[in-house]
T-cell receptor
Framework: LAKTTQPISMDSYEGQEVNITCSHN???????ITWYQQFPSQGPRFIIQ???TKVTNEVASLFIPADRKSSTLSLPRVSLSDTAVYYC????????????FGQGTTLQVKP | DVKVTQSSRYLVKRTGEKVFLECVQD?????MFWYRQDPGLGLRLIYF???????EKGDIPEGYSVSREKKERFSLILESASTNQTSMYLC?????????????FGEGSWLTVV
Protein backbone atom coordinates (compact mmCIF):
# COMPACT_ATOMS: atom_id res chain seq x y z
CA LEU A 1 0.00 0.00 0.00
CA ALA A 2 1.34 3.43 -0.93
CA LYS A 3 2.88 5.33 1.97
CA THR A 4 2.25 9.05 2.19
CA THR A 5 4.44 11.82 3.56
CA GLN A 6 3.16 15.27 4.51
CA PRO A 7 4.56 18.22 6.45
CA ILE A 8 3.74 17.90 10.13
CA SER A 9 2.49 21.47 10.48
CA MET A 10 1.85 24.71 8.59
CA ASP A 11 0.89 28.23 9.58
CA SER A 12 -1.12 30.70 7.55
CA TYR A 13 -3.12 33.90 7.92
CA GLU A 14 -6.74 34.54 7.17
CA GLY A 15 -7.44 35.27 3.52
CA GLN A 16 -4.33 33.54 2.22
CA GLU A 17 -4.23 30.55 -0.11
CA VAL A 18 -2.77 27.46 1.51
CA ASN A 19 -1.12 24.61 -0.37
CA ILE A 20 -0.37 21.32 1.37
CA THR A 21 1.69 18.79 -0.53
CA CYS A 22 1.66 15.05 -0.02
CA SER A 23 4.31 12.68 -1.39
CA HIS A 24 3.31 9.18 -2.45
CA ASN A 25 6.26 7.90 -4.45
CA UNK A 26 5.06 4.31 -4.80
CA UNK A 27 1.49 5.04 -5.81
CA UNK A 28 -0.01 2.26 -7.90
CA UNK A 29 -1.76 2.65 -11.21
CA UNK A 30 -5.24 2.16 -9.79
CA UNK A 31 -4.79 4.26 -6.66
CA UNK A 32 -6.88 7.37 -6.06
CA ILE A 33 -5.78 10.27 -3.87
CA THR A 34 -8.15 11.52 -1.20
CA TRP A 35 -7.87 14.33 1.34
CA TYR A 36 -9.63 14.54 4.68
CA GLN A 37 -10.06 17.31 7.22
CA GLN A 38 -10.31 16.68 10.94
CA PHE A 39 -11.30 19.07 13.71
CA PRO A 40 -10.51 18.29 17.35
CA SER A 41 -12.81 15.68 18.89
CA GLN A 42 -14.44 14.88 15.56
CA GLY A 43 -14.02 12.19 12.93
CA PRO A 44 -12.21 13.04 9.66
CA ARG A 45 -14.36 14.57 6.94
CA PHE A 46 -13.93 13.96 3.20
CA ILE A 47 -12.72 17.05 1.31
CA ILE A 48 -11.73 16.03 -2.19
CA GLN A 49 -10.57 13.10 -4.30
CA UNK A 50 -8.75 12.80 -7.60
CA UNK A 51 -6.85 10.51 -9.90
CA UNK A 52 -4.87 12.86 -12.14
CA THR A 53 -4.55 16.50 -13.24
CA LYS A 54 -6.82 18.89 -11.38
CA VAL A 55 -10.02 18.49 -9.43
CA THR A 56 -11.99 21.35 -7.92
CA ASN A 57 -15.04 21.48 -5.70
CA GLU A 58 -16.68 24.13 -3.54
CA VAL A 59 -14.14 23.61 -0.76
CA ALA A 60 -10.75 22.99 -2.35
CA SER A 61 -8.70 22.10 -5.38
CA LEU A 62 -6.46 19.11 -5.82
CA PHE A 63 -3.49 19.20 -8.17
CA ILE A 64 -1.87 15.97 -9.30
CA PRO A 65 1.15 16.03 -11.64
CA ALA A 66 1.52 13.61 -14.50
CA ASP A 67 3.76 11.18 -12.58
CA ARG A 68 1.22 11.12 -9.68
CA LYS A 69 4.01 10.79 -7.13
CA SER A 70 2.71 13.77 -5.22
CA SER A 71 -0.44 15.81 -4.86
CA THR A 72 -1.24 19.28 -3.58
CA LEU A 73 -4.35 20.30 -1.71
CA SER A 74 -5.13 23.96 -2.26
CA LEU A 75 -7.42 25.87 0.11
CA PRO A 76 -8.37 29.30 -1.26
CA ARG A 77 -8.67 32.24 1.15
CA VAL A 78 -8.53 30.32 4.41
CA SER A 79 -10.38 31.43 7.50
CA LEU A 80 -9.89 30.68 11.18
CA SER A 81 -12.38 27.83 10.86
CA ASP A 82 -10.02 26.03 8.47
CA THR A 83 -7.65 25.36 11.37
CA ALA A 84 -7.57 21.56 11.43
CA VAL A 85 -5.51 18.50 10.62
CA TYR A 86 -5.44 17.50 6.94
CA TYR A 87 -4.78 13.92 5.91
CA CYS A 88 -3.73 12.61 2.54
CA UNK A 89 -4.79 9.05 1.72
CA UNK A 90 -3.91 6.88 -1.24
CA UNK A 91 -6.40 4.11 -1.84
CA UNK A 92 -7.04 1.50 -4.45
CA UNK A 93 -10.28 1.84 -6.31
CA UNK A 94 -12.71 -0.81 -5.14
CA UNK A 95 -10.14 -2.47 -2.94
CA UNK A 96 -10.88 -4.81 -0.11
CA UNK A 97 -7.69 -4.02 1.71
CA UNK A 98 -6.93 -1.72 4.53
CA UNK A 99 -6.55 2.01 4.07
CA UNK A 100 -3.64 3.64 5.84
CA PHE A 101 -3.53 7.26 6.88
CA GLY A 102 -0.30 9.23 7.25
CA GLN A 103 0.50 11.54 10.13
CA GLY A 104 -1.46 14.45 8.72
CA THR A 105 -0.65 18.16 8.50
CA THR A 106 -1.80 20.47 11.27
CA LEU A 107 -2.82 23.77 9.69
CA GLN A 108 -2.99 26.75 12.02
CA VAL A 109 -4.75 29.80 10.57
CA LYS A 110 -3.99 33.03 12.39
CA PRO A 111 -6.02 36.27 12.35
CA ASP B 1 -25.80 11.77 3.41
CA VAL B 2 -23.90 8.80 4.71
CA LYS B 3 -24.22 8.39 8.41
CA VAL B 4 -21.85 6.40 10.60
CA THR B 5 -23.06 6.31 14.17
CA GLN B 6 -20.98 5.29 17.13
CA SER B 7 -23.09 4.34 20.09
CA SER B 8 -21.04 5.94 22.85
CA ARG B 9 -19.31 9.27 22.67
CA TYR B 10 -17.57 9.12 26.04
CA LEU B 11 -16.87 6.10 28.23
CA VAL B 12 -14.94 5.50 31.42
CA LYS B 13 -14.09 1.88 32.21
CA ARG B 14 -12.01 0.09 34.79
CA THR B 15 -8.92 -1.97 34.04
CA GLY B 16 -9.89 -5.53 33.25
CA GLU B 17 -13.44 -4.74 32.17
CA LYS B 18 -14.80 -5.99 28.86
CA VAL B 19 -15.71 -3.06 26.64
CA PHE B 20 -17.96 -2.98 23.60
CA LEU B 21 -17.88 -0.14 21.10
CA GLU B 22 -20.72 -0.28 18.61
CA CYS B 23 -20.88 1.25 15.16
CA VAL B 24 -23.74 1.37 12.66
CA GLN B 25 -23.75 2.71 9.10
CA ASP B 26 -26.83 3.37 7.02
CA UNK B 27 -25.48 3.27 3.46
CA UNK B 28 -25.22 -0.47 2.87
CA UNK B 29 -21.42 -0.21 2.69
CA UNK B 30 -19.41 -3.38 2.34
CA UNK B 31 -16.29 -2.18 4.18
CA MET B 32 -16.12 -1.14 7.79
CA PHE B 33 -13.09 -0.10 9.84
CA TRP B 34 -12.01 0.59 13.38
CA TYR B 35 -9.17 3.04 14.03
CA ARG B 36 -7.71 4.48 17.16
CA GLN B 37 -6.23 7.94 17.27
CA ASP B 38 -3.64 9.15 19.73
CA PRO B 39 -1.77 12.46 19.87
CA GLY B 40 1.25 12.43 17.57
CA LEU B 41 0.42 9.02 16.13
CA GLY B 42 -2.35 9.85 13.69
CA LEU B 43 -4.96 7.22 12.85
CA ARG B 44 -3.94 3.60 13.31
CA LEU B 45 -6.01 0.79 11.87
CA ILE B 46 -7.11 -1.87 14.37
CA TYR B 47 -9.37 -4.13 12.29
CA PHE B 48 -11.40 -3.93 9.15
CA UNK B 49 -14.16 -5.99 7.60
CA UNK B 50 -15.15 -6.24 3.95
CA UNK B 51 -18.19 -8.45 4.42
CA UNK B 52 -20.46 -9.91 7.06
CA UNK B 53 -18.56 -12.29 9.33
CA UNK B 54 -15.29 -11.38 7.61
CA UNK B 55 -12.50 -9.55 9.40
CA GLU B 56 -8.89 -8.67 8.77
CA LYS B 57 -6.26 -7.44 11.20
CA GLY B 58 -4.96 -3.96 10.81
CA ASP B 59 -1.71 -2.61 12.23
CA ILE B 60 -2.51 -2.84 15.93
CA PRO B 61 -5.00 -5.68 16.56
CA GLU B 62 -3.48 -6.87 19.85
CA GLY B 63 -5.90 -6.60 22.74
CA TYR B 64 -8.90 -6.13 20.45
CA SER B 65 -11.43 -8.26 18.65
CA VAL B 66 -14.31 -7.40 16.34
CA SER B 67 -17.68 -8.73 15.35
CA ARG B 68 -19.69 -8.21 12.19
CA GLU B 69 -22.90 -10.20 12.32
CA LYS B 70 -24.87 -7.79 10.16
CA LYS B 71 -23.72 -5.69 7.26
CA GLU B 72 -24.58 -2.39 8.90
CA ARG B 73 -23.00 -3.09 12.29
CA PHE B 74 -19.35 -3.47 13.27
CA SER B 75 -18.41 -3.88 16.91
CA LEU B 76 -15.02 -3.42 18.55
CA ILE B 77 -14.38 -5.44 21.69
CA LEU B 78 -11.73 -4.90 24.31
CA GLU B 79 -11.64 -8.25 26.09
CA SER B 80 -9.82 -6.89 29.14
CA ALA B 81 -9.35 -3.15 29.05
CA SER B 82 -5.98 -1.73 29.98
CA THR B 83 -4.87 1.84 30.61
CA ASN B 84 -2.85 1.90 27.38
CA GLN B 85 -6.11 1.49 25.50
CA THR B 86 -7.25 4.92 26.61
CA SER B 87 -7.79 6.65 23.29
CA MET B 88 -10.27 7.99 20.78
CA TYR B 89 -11.76 5.24 18.64
CA LEU B 90 -13.09 5.97 15.18
CA CYS B 91 -15.38 3.77 13.15
CA UNK B 92 -15.60 4.19 9.39
CA UNK B 93 -17.31 2.65 6.38
CA UNK B 94 -16.79 2.64 2.65
CA UNK B 95 -18.04 0.94 -0.46
CA UNK B 96 -16.41 -0.54 -3.51
CA UNK B 97 -16.45 1.69 -6.53
CA UNK B 98 -14.70 2.50 -9.75
CA UNK B 99 -14.19 6.14 -8.89
CA UNK B 100 -12.25 5.86 -5.69
CA UNK B 101 -12.89 4.47 -2.27
CA UNK B 102 -14.19 7.24 -0.02
CA UNK B 103 -14.27 6.51 3.69
CA UNK B 104 -16.94 8.01 5.93
CA PHE B 105 -16.19 8.36 9.61
CA GLY B 106 -18.23 8.44 12.76
CA GLU B 107 -17.80 11.15 15.38
CA GLY B 108 -15.52 9.05 17.55
CA SER B 109 -15.71 7.40 20.95
CA TRP B 110 -13.48 8.67 23.72
CA LEU B 111 -12.52 5.80 26.00
CA THR B 112 -10.76 6.31 29.30
CA VAL B 113 -9.53 3.23 31.17
CA VAL B 114 -8.76 3.83 34.82
Amino acid sequence: LAKTTQPISMDSYEGQEVNITCSHNNIATNDYITWYQQFPSQGPRFIIQGYKTKVTNEVASLFIPADRKSSTLSLPRVSLSDTAVYYCLVALSGNTGKLIFGQGTTLQVKP
Amino acid sequence: DVKVTQSSRYLVKRTGEKVFLECVQDMDHENMFWYRQDPGLGLRLIYFSYDVKMKEKGDIPEGYSVSREKKERFSLILESASTNQTSMYLCASSTFGNSGNTIYFGEGSWLTVV
